[in-house]
């Protein structure tokens, strides 16, 4: 009986539109955007073709990833193994197999068909496609023509890297009849220092959004690898020369870490998320857990904690397939660590009209907007035991200014922190806190967002290799844009 309550807690929305019934309230629902399985494999190249070999870059089973998702209570995820020589087969026959056994054993879980695109010319990005009887067959026709790493000669083909495919891609996708996802994943992890990006740089992000901007929609603004500071009893691992780094999110360059977990693309203020959304580009962030082994699995030194124990990317969504790739398309999103905050609602407000995360309020050039920021600082234990409680909430804005005439603009520096609202400046409702501002009219769009921390730091400081994730936790809102009329 429980699995059945279960799964129709999941068709509700379809049954209910069958039947002619008014829709369910949206509402935020935990998740995870980039999750891998046992069919990230590895790949016999003393043969040929190559012969994947299963488990060899991540443990888990597809439906043992699903119910430890639900287990740090999550309501979606994307599976996205690693592309490779001749996995679009691999996908086909047996990966997919084993998610479509998945959504049977854990059913009221939504498990979206995807992958790891090794994109051509750039770094890795998760593709979501949208759920459908012929899912596996899109992108195992995807996979074989655009995937980087699909071709097993050697040398490799040039021409599956190159910035022609890579376009050639995105032009595929948007064509489709039903859109699918694209998000740069930990875009700044092959960074050499601030501002001085590796394969994912500023005129690539731009570019990819311009050809494809129903799909192209935004980037890892936390990174998954989270776990990589802590050995596996939970203490700091500490660094040993000669092995990968023990830094949050694996990013190995001690000049070019996490700030607060968070990629510098998005943690910056005035960096260059704040640049894209000044052009007025719906470009979203998201969380993840990249999760391949657990950091305290004995089976192998992981360093990755499981789907929605650290990160949950939270949509303002129906419990449907569409209406949580909607939100996130839409940028109906916030990113959170630690479960600091489950809920988080601004709304905007002036000229009689409101908008909310991910929407656009048009306003006279003579309105103030009001701001109102609603968030939910659950009073229970997070995955590591503790109750962290939120400190600080900041609200952030920044002029819209159009395109910008340099491609590999990565800053605006109209952007600041235009409030910064501690503990006795709310008001308290149980666990559910509202902070209320004014932001003073203005001739020209703007767009808002906010963030917020369980620390005392003004910004989030450069992680260090070692230091405890749970002790340095922030939350991002996604974006709302204001049009003057």
Known sequence: MSRYLAWSGVVVAALGTALGLPAPERQWLPGDSHIHSHWSAGADRRRIPPVPLKGQDALYSTPRNAVMARQFGLRWMV????GGPDHAQLNFTQAHRELTLSRELVPDLLQFYGMELNMPGMDHHTLIIPNADDEATVL???????????D?????????????????ALEHLQRLDRLPLLF????????????????????????NNDLAPDVYRGMEGAPGHQAATLAADG???????????????????????????????TAIVGGLWDSLLGEGRRFWIVASSDSHAHYADPARRGVDFWPGEFHKTYVRARPTY?????????GRVFAVAGDLVTTLDVTVTG????????????????????????FRDPDVANGS???????????IVGEVHGPASDPSLDRNPTTEVVARVGRADWARDGDLYTVSTTVPAAAGGRYLRVRGTATDLLEPRPDEPGENPWDDLWFYSNPIFIEVE
């Open 351 to 374: 000229g009689g009209r409101e908008a909310d995360i991910g929407g656009t309020l048009t306003v006279a050039a003579s309105d103030p907007v009001e701001v109102t920021i609603r």
């Open 184 to 207: 740069a994943n930990h875009p700044s992890r092959s960074a050499t220092a601030v501002g001085a990006y590796g394969l994912d740089e500023p005129w690539e992000l731009r570019g």
């Open 235 to 265: 203490s700091p691992r500490p660094q040993v020369p000669g092995q990968p780094s023990s830094a949050r999110g694996r990013y190995q360059n001690p000049d070019a870490p996490t700030m607060g977990g968070f990629d510098q693309m």
């Open 385 to 395: 035991g503790e109750n962290p409680v939120v400190q600080r909430v900041d609200l």
């Open 152 to 168: 097993w000669a050697l040398p490799p083909d040039p021409r599956r890297r190159s910035e022609a495919t890579r376009r050639r």
């Open 79 to 82: 599976t996205t193994d690693h």
């Open 140 to 150: 195992r026709e995807f996979e074989r023509e655009f995937d980087a790493n699909q």
């Open 322 to 330: 569409e209406d949580v790739l909607d939100g996130l398309r839409q």
